[in-house]
């Protein structure tokens, strides 16, 4: 009994020690998918911004080479748009139309400047034209663009990066800028050639919204995955809870079978009633330990119907084993008789009362009988003792002598044998 209780405990606490594994797995799967959404997030967002850099790089590429296929374009010089100071050694900078109207020319890198401004203006976006051997001292490259042109010289061909401008965070993306033969016009006397990495161009978009809008996503994940360990964690709460009670009551039936099954071996042992379950498809029988006591058998004894008939006593075997194979299995009648045995481990005599009962197959066939053995040996000696005594009793009553002092004594020996027999006394007469 002990050792089911302490196997339903262990048992128990097995399953509770997998529930606590099973939490720490889900918390921690739980944690890592949030991380890992996050961070799947800000690189979605960062990758997003990074294809408006992209595409904003390419705007200003597709200008700037439209501008440079036509040699560079005219337009009236301004306060805002002067003559070129970096173009004078092109003779025909600064124009006159047939009609006296001026003209300046505006060149690829004098538009970009132009329009990166009111690109800035705009929409927040900055967008740099630099090189490492600038024309204009305005393109020079700051640390970051320099890196990145020296990056460009060992076969980079992209870089980026969040960097911070002014306080705020942007993300800066860079891309090189190739020598094309209409680029020669200004650039040949820089001693450029065709497919050199003349510079490049940064753009740098703010992050600020993508921010807000990463937090916001951040927040809704959060919550999602607090959901889900908030589910989890309740049922595992709620089947850890589950185990705990089962183990309780598993336990308390535990006891409580443990206190009947004692309960019935003692009064089995108090009435020397052991029980049996006889295979009748195999022959074969299992007992219990009271049992084996009145049969003075072992654990290497046989158990078969032969076993048992060794059991008999022989005065009694041929008529038991009639009676088995016509009565019980034959008629189908119910197992009910006194016998007599030889005890195996000493072959003393006993009497034992056998009970058993029959169930079938669905054809009707007898296949297996359970039932019980009780030694009742004291109780038939005590019988005989009784029907020997009252023989006596009426011999002294004939013949009257002694009548009076022995009819007391047999009478108390009447109750004394009355009780060892099971009945109730006779005559109920004491010492007093």
């Known amino acids: 009994m002990k050792s089911k209780i302490k196997q339903t405990i262990i048992d128990s606490t097995t399953s509770k020690r997998l529930i606590l594994i099973l939490g720490f797995a889900g918390t921690m799967a739980i944690a890592i998918s949030l991380a890992w959404n996050i961070k799947l997030d800000k690189n979605n967002i960062i990758e997003a911004i990074r294809v408006q850099a992209r595409s904003a790089y390419e ?67 900055r967008s740099h034209i630099t090189s490492l ?59 450029y050639k065709v497919g050199d990495i003349r510079g490049g161009i940064s753009v740098s978009i703010p992050m600020d919204v993508q921010w807000k809008i990463m937090n916001t996503h951040r927040k809704t994940l959060i919550l999602i995955h607090f959901l889900l360990l908030l589910v989890g964690g309740g049922s595992l709460y709620v089947g850890f809870l589950y185990i705990k009670n089962s183990e309780k009551k598993h336990i308390h039936t535990l006891k409580e079978l443990y206190e009947s099954n004692s309960f019935l071996k003692e009064s089995h042992n108090i009435t020397h009633l052991g029980t049996y379950a006889l295979d009748i498809t195999t022959g074969f029988w299992t007992s219990s330990e009271i049992l084996d006591e009145i049969f003075g058998i072992n654990s290497e004894f046989v158990r078969n119907v032969e076993g048992w008939l060794e059991i008999v006593h022989p005065d009694e075997r041929e008529d038991m084993q009639n009676y088995f194979r016509q009565y019980v299995l034959t008629e189908h009648k119910q197992f009910d008789r006194k016998y007599r045995i030889l005890r195996i481990r000493d072959q003393k005599e006993r009497w034992v009362h056998g009970l058993g009962k029959l169930s079938f197959d669905e054809l009707g066939n007898p296949i297996r009988m359970i039932g019980t053995i009780q030694d009742i040996t004291e109780r038939k000696r005590a019988s005989i003792k009784l029907k020997t005594k009252i023989a006596q009793l009426k011999r002294l009553n004939k013949n009257m002598i002694g009548r009076e002092l022995k009819m007391i004594e047999m009478k108390k020996e009447v109750d004394e044998l009355c009780e060892k027999a099971g009945l109730p006394r006779r005559y109920n007469i004491t010492d007093e």
């Open 59 to 125: 705007k200003d590429i597709v200008y700037r080479r439209w501008n440079a296929s036509h040699g560079g374009v005219y337009v009236p010089p301004t306060e805002q748009t002067p003559p070129n100071p970096y173009l004078d050694f092109i003779p025909d900078r600064d124009v006159i139309t047939t009609e006296g109207q001026h003209l300046t020319l505006m060149n690829p890198a004098y538009m970009n400047c132009q329009v990166f401004k009111l690109g800035d203006e705009a929409y927040g976006i």
């Open 133 to 191: 051997k600038p024309i204009r001292p305005e393109n020079a490259a700051d640390p970051w663009e320099t890196e990145a042109l020296k990056a460009f010289e060992n076969g980079a061909e992209e870089i980026s990066s969040i960097e911070q401008l002014d306080g705020k965070d942007y993300l800066r993306l860079m891309k090189p800028l190739i020598t094309e033969k209409q680029c020669l016009k200004c650039h040949e006397k820089q001693g």
